[in-house]
């Protein structure tokens, strides 16, 4: 399977780290990518400016040898800290073990390692070459030079499209080859903001924790940079009494923050003027039901299964496709065999983090904010404490164990969900709790995980 030249679109952060890896199996790689190159202007590179990074990209990462050039780049998390309206924090950890943490990292800084990397493998990088079309009667694509206008026809051999959310390979695909595919866009947006770092440039709230201010049908996160600033991210519906649509001037927008989050607008002195110049971005999902095209296309990543942002996965789960596939790589017999494996086998899992993700926005900007989600949560890690081998709570399948697939998580989530239910139905702290009753219901309904 080693030789053949290997064709990607997209120089994100699937894209980059699978050249790597391809690279890495003696095939000649070229990725063509729209945007400049980020490692030389200034330019935003892509969607969010940090991500939360978790045990799936983290394996990712260290498969292709960058951890030691991306450790520098990341916060620690431990845990999340909830504002209420009167701007009481209260801090609610992740885990229970050290190793327990997720880790804010820059967007573009994680792209720039992934570049270095990709380009010292060997990889052929191409920046400003936008994907305009692909035929899959002709087996081409066309790309047009976005410094001069001036247009290529590329042959479709071996192509990966690693183009992001609005890939246009999947778009060309879907439509030429009427493959069944959806494209849910969700009715709230997000609008990203700077929180500054303070007179002595340090970090003016906890930098070890993911900041959250949920209000109900709307929320604020906020994730630490390595400058002692913190990107802020509002999400919120397009339309309705409380919405974009509706803080359209500097006063209406800085009544709204200090209505619902006085703590933190008081601190951003360029609120307003950023709100109106930033765009709002939308988030969806997109599904499927075919990824790949013979030997000739795939599509990974968002490219292939966008998520919405709220379990902090999207990122993750695009670099733990790059680990599937390479592992595909040494197990099945040809390259279209492998191709056509992943297609199959990774789905029950990519559809599982869109189910999550959608039911974590709910989570983070509501129930969060419950008693008895917070005695849930609590005793969720008590149970794991007890049963290890059996209970492990899924946030924690999801973001701490790259061993556990997420359709595992999704589906031992939901039997755990219950049994939590049924023990904090009469209960108001750990010490009401049934614990005869919780060994029989857990022993019955949860068999062993692997250690
Ligand atoms: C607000 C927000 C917060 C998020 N937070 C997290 C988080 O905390 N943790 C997490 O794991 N995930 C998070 N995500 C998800 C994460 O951003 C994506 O899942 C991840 O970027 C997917 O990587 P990718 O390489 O598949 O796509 P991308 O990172 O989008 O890369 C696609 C690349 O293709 C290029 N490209 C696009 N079109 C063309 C074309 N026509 N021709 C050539 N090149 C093209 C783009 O310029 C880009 O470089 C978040 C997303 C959002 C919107």
């Known amino acids: 399977m080693t030789g053949d030249s290997v064709t990607l679109i997209g120089a994100g952060l699937a894209g980059s780290l699978l050249g790597i890896l391809l ?3 003696s095939h000649p790689v070229r990725i063509f990518e729209r945007l400049p190159d980020l490692r030389h202007e200034q330019i935003s590179a892509g969607r969010s400016i940090n991500l939360a990074l978790a045990a799936r990209g983290i394996r990712a990462l260290e498969l292709a040898n960058v951890m030691d050039a991306v450790r520098p780049l990341l916060i620690p998390m431990p845990g999340r800290i909830l504002h209420d309206p009167e701007g009481h924090q209260t801090f609610i950890p992740y885990g229970q073990r050290p190793e327990e943490v997720i ?4 967007r573009p800084g994680l792209n720039r390692v992934l570049l270095d990397a990709a380009e010292a493998a060997g990889v052929e990088l ?12 002709d087996r081409h694509m066309a790309l047009i030079d976005e410094s001069n206008g001036i247009q290529q026809r590329v042959p479709m051999r071996k192509v990966i499209g690693a183009d992001g959310a609005g890939s246009v390979l999947r778009r060309a695909f879907v439509s030429q080859l009427g493959i069944p595919c959806s494209e849910d866009l969700l009715e709230h947006g997000y609008k990203e903001l700077t929180l500054p770092a303070g007179p002595d440039g340090r970090h003016q709230f906890d930098p070890n924790a993911l900041h959250i201010w949920p209000r109900g049908g709307f929320m604020l996160i906020a994730l630490p940079n390595t400058d002692g600033s913190f990107t802020v991210t509002l999400f919120l519906a397009y339309q309705g009494e409380i919405s974009f649509a509706t803080l359209t001037a500097p006063d209406r927008v800085d009544a709204f923050f200090a209505q619902y989050f006085p703590d933190v607008g008081a601190l951003m002195p360029s609120l307003a ?17 075919q990824w790949s095209a013979g030997a000739d296309m795939l599509l990974i990543g ?10 902090g996965q999207g990122m993750n789960c ?8 390479d ?16 297609d199959r086998a990774r789905r029950p899992d990519t559809d599982a983090i869109a189910t999550m993700a959608i039911e974590n926005y709910l989570e983070m900007r509501d129930t969060v904010r419950a008693p008895r989600f917070q005695l849930q949560k609590a005793l969720s890690l008590e149970l794991e404490r007890r049963y290890p081998d059996r209970f492990v709570p899924r946030y924690s399948m999801v973001m701490f164990r790259d061993d556990i697939p997420y359709s595992v998580a999704l589906s031992r989530g939901r039997i755990q969900a219950e049994i939590l239910d049924d023990l904090t139905a009469d209960a108001a702290t750990l010490a009401d709790i049934d614990y005869a009753r919780a060994t029989e219901l857990i022993v019955r309904q949860l068999a062993p995980l692997p250690v």
């Open 318 to 325: 695009a670099l733990e496709d790059c680990v599937t596939l």
């Open 126 to 137: 191409h920046f400003r070459q936008s994907l305009l079309t692909a035929n899959f009667a």
């Open 302 to 311: 968002d490219a292939a299964h966008a998520i919405t942002p709220f379990h």
């Open 23 to 25: 690279a890495r199996r």
């Open 273 to 289: 003027q950023e709100f109106l110049e930033h765009p709002t971005g939308v988030m969806g999902t997109v599904r499927c039901s």
């Open 327 to 342: 592992r595909l790589f040494d197990s099945a017999g040809n390259w279209s065999e492998a191709l056509a494996h992943f």
């Open 103 to 106: 880790y804010s990292v820059s």
